[in-house]
């Protein structure tokens, strides 16, 4: 009997050290989850419909405000479009308008292809807390390519980047950082002309030009709107009312820049302040709050950025370089089979916010021959429910499926057509 009992609280004494090993391993998942209670049930009743491509169509069709979509065979008449005019926070798809800058600015000669970025200075520019998962992976790709490809080197255990190889990898990795890089490297100015002569261009009226993340997401966290609470009516910035304020949105992304300037220069102290902060709490928001947050982003329709993707096109068909040089970066996917399987050629670039999904895409189909031009947007979608078509990578399968695939395109167009009856 002693012997039992004995037994019984040795294994009792392990199970709780085991237990609570585990439990202060992920105290920080943990903490997390507990203070997001409310927020991982919000959707979740969406879950278990949309576990295929046909239940994402009849989620569209049942609730189509959160979704724009445009979807356009190259030189026909078949247009797919839901709220293609509606403007929406689009994440890092502005990334796009990057890209371009980027181009022009190397074919004028203001940059070089083979000017080189360290990766110091592109790490200066990661939040923590922020993505930290596509900045690691980056680092490990930058190190497994260097001794294979062209544009990546490293001397004394310092990476090194150039301009063209980063923006091949922009769109493919996305992190935040090396993006933030890029856009310091273009500069403020010149991103703000490229857009200027865009808007007269295309004729936008409401895609705004390109801003650092790492300025969005300090602009975002709970601590450093404390500390700067005194400068900037921050609080009235983030509610629904700048959606029409273009002056409150251009100040607040004025002052995004200067927020990510200063984070980058590690000598500075509130640049200190600002990571320990991050680094104790993070953004110190719930999820609920942190997708609502994503209104600072910069803003695009779904028209207006296939409208700029049917032009890099018609430009790459005249051989103009700087549209050959953006559609190169972009060509990432091809590297798969399952691309290669369904696609005769294939760019793209995808991104995943909290509540936001989203994806620009350009698709020859191996099967007709067809060109497709898509932009998908899914926002401000309840957190369980992004959480869920997130880890599934559905939306990705979603669009690229949307390009070939006739039994799904039909049942868009069905969910579409239904969604707009009254």
Known sequence: MIRILKFVLIFITFAVILLGSIVWINKDAYETLFANRESMAEGSEWVEDTYSLQGLTEYIRKQPMPVSLVSQVVDQDSVLALNAQTPRPIGMLSSLWVLMALSEEIEKGALRADQELRWSEITAYQIPGVSEQDHVALEEALRSLKDESEGIREVDGELYVTLDKAAQLLPEMGDLALADAIIHTIGQDALQQYHSQWIDLFGWQFTEAPVPFSGLYLAMSEGVLDAVADTLDVQSALSDSTFVSKETRQQMHQWMWALSSAYQSQEREEARLWRETMEDQRLGINFMQERDRLALFPL????????????????????????????????????????????????????????????????????????????????????????????????????????????LIASTKRAIRLSQSP
Request: aromatic share 14%; net charge negative; no cysteine.
């Open 300 to 407: 695009s329709t779904a028209s207006e950025m296939e409208q700029a993707l049917r032009y890099i096109l018609r430009q790459q068909a005249s051989n103009e370089p700087t549209a050959e040089r953006v559609l190169s970066w972009l060509d990432w996917p091809m590297a798969q089979k399952k691309t290669t399987r369904d696609f005769a050629w294939y760019g793209a670039q995808y991104d995943s916010r909290m509540g936001f999904l989203g994806g620009y895409d350009i698709g020859t189909s191996g099967y007709t021959g067809n060109t497709t031009v898509q932009v998908v947007l899914f926002d401000r979608l309840p957190v369980a429910f992004w959480f869920h078509l997130s880890a599934n990578h559905m939306q990705q399968d979603y669009q690229q499926r949307l390009s070939y695939d006739p039994a």
